[in-house]
């Protein structure tokens, strides 16, 4: 069958500003044991030697949800890692596979521009609330998706692309 892959959401094992607090709560308790009179430059210092460990963006993602289209069908691939707890200051990747789930496609046939972006965004939030169930604080970057899917006509896609 031809496929083809529209999209690529990152699900983040916390928000980045829960991230950053829990962070910012260690530096606290790091600098309030120590005699260390310069406050700046000691958090700064804990900065560097602790990068990349302290750093959200793209080192906290515990899984994605892929979106491909074809002539018939909307598929959802789920790719996450089987974990349930993930520290913040972890030093290691999570491994993250093909995480099986039943039924998450839907026909794309006889819908409109519309109908389609609707469904996907129900299939979404569906995936998020069901397949990354037992995750606590999980945080689902619809950013660029969302960005991406309000100029596209995935319905022109589909007619002109099979």
Request: charged letters at 25%; aromatic letters at 20%; a neutral charge.
């Amino acid at each position: 069958m031809n496929e083809r892959i529209i999209a690529s959401i990152p699900v983040y094992s916390i928000t980045e500003n829960s991230f950053n607090q829990k962070w910012n709560i260690f530096y606290e308790k790091s600098y309030n044991n120590t005699m260390f009179k310069d406050k700046e430059k000691y958090i700064s210092t804990l900065e560097y030697v602790y990068f990349p460990t302290n750093s959200w963006k793209y080192n906290k993602i515990i899984g994605f949800i892929e979106i491909i289209v074809s002539k018939e069908d909307i598929i959802f691939e789920i790719y996450r890692s089987p974990k349930k707890i993930f520290p913040y200051n972890s030093k290691s990747k999570h491994f993250v596979g093909f995480f099986p789930s039943l039924g998450n496609h839907f026909s794309a046939l006889g819908k409109n521009n519309q109908d389609l972006k609707d469904e996907i965004q129900q299939f979404l939030k569906s995936i998020e609330e069901h397949d990354f169930l037992g995750i606590k604080n999980i945080y689902v970057d619809y950013t660029c998706f969302e960005n991406f899917i309000k100029y596209f006509d995935l319905r022109n896609f589909i007619d002109n692309e099979f």
